[in-house]
């Protein structure tokens, strides 16, 4: 039996109607949120990461009806008319750490929650937000490199 659910996706009201048993990766796949990777349904990857309100979540291993009244940001939130990347993409390209960018959305919704929520992040603070984002193609030093580099930017207002 179908319910009907509401959620804010990336500042917009949303409705879905929505077996029991749907997870939030396929209510926002089948919207067209497409930065939302399917990766191992079991949330040890990390690339389906979202933001519910303002918490880094697995969306592969949360029913949709845990997000009816809530707010959710994915990597599309990140778009800005006036440039053609977020601040936090053009980190990860400068720092070498997009290879096949299939983990990147995940992890720049791990990296965005922590930067709204740290004004200055420690380097134990970057470790406990990024466990469970993996990538398998740079190694982690570009991508540390890039959270550092994001970090700073955050301290000086610039994302």
Request: one cysteine or more; proline letters at 3%; a negative charge.
């Amino acid at each position: 039996m179908k319910q009907t659910i509401c959620m804010k996706i990336n500042g917009v009201d949303k409705s879905f109607d929505v077996e029991a048993d749907t997870k939030l990766i396929d209510v926002l796949r089948d919207a067209g949120y497409m930065s939302v990777k399917r990766g191992c349904d079991e949330g040890s990857c990390g690339s389906c990461t979202v933001i519910m309100d303002g918490r880094a979540v697995y969306s592969c291993i949360m029913y949709a009806f845990q997000a009816h009244g809530r707010s959710i940001e994915t990597t599309e939130m990140l778009s800005n008319p006036a440039s053609d990347l977020h601040p936090m993409q053009e980190a990860f390209l400068d720092a070498g750490a997009v290879q096949c960018g299939f983990c990147i959305p995940g992890m720049l919704m791990s990296v965005k929650a922590m930067v709204d929520e740290i004004v200055a992040p420690t380097d134990e603070d970057i470790r406990l937000y990024m466990d469970g984002n993996l990538c398998r193609c740079t190694g982690y030093e570009k991508i540390w490199n890039a959270v550092h580099t994001i970090c700073a930017q955050k301290k000086d207002g610039d994302v």
